[in-house]
Nanobody, 113 residues
Framework: QVQFVESGGGLVQPGESLRLSCLAS????????LQWYRQIPGKTRELVAS???????FYAQSVKSRFTISRNNALNTVYLEMNNLKPEDTGVYYC???????WGQGTRVTVSS
């Protein structure tokens, strides 16, 4: 059974940082591209960053140079380091693996002064 458990969200002020973690299980983690998505209130879920099995990571233009995706295949965990957070980064963040339709509960990030 494929599962994703996201953690690390919270309430922060603009300019601060957060590190999200996602523990995955039920599939061969290292064989898949991993992604972070976010859902902002009133909008559809959007791709934030992607870590392929091989090749370069992808970032949405809005987070490029502020967010960094990384993965630890030995721990079945993917991370999202978020720096210089902005109010428009507020939303629920989800991790995902290509080839699967399962989603976790997400972790909520709120950026507000």
């Amino acid at each position: 059974q494929v599962q994703f458990v996201e953690s690390g969200g919270g309430l922060v002020q603009p300019g601060e940082s957060l590190r999200l973690s996602c523990l995955a299980s039920g599939f061969t983690f290292s064989a898949h591209s991993l992604q972070w998505y976010r859902q902002i209130p009133g909008k559809t879920r959007e791709l934030v960053a992607s870590s392929p099995r091989k090749g370069n990571d992808f970032y949405a233009q809005s987070v490029k140079s502020r967010f960094t995706i990384s993965r630890n295949n030995a721990l079945n965990t993917v991370y999202l380091e978020m720096n210089n957070l902005k109010p428009e980064d507020t939303g629920v963040y989800y991790c995902h693996a290509d080839g699967y339709s399962t989603w976790g509960q997400g972790t909520r990030v709120t950026v507000s002064s």
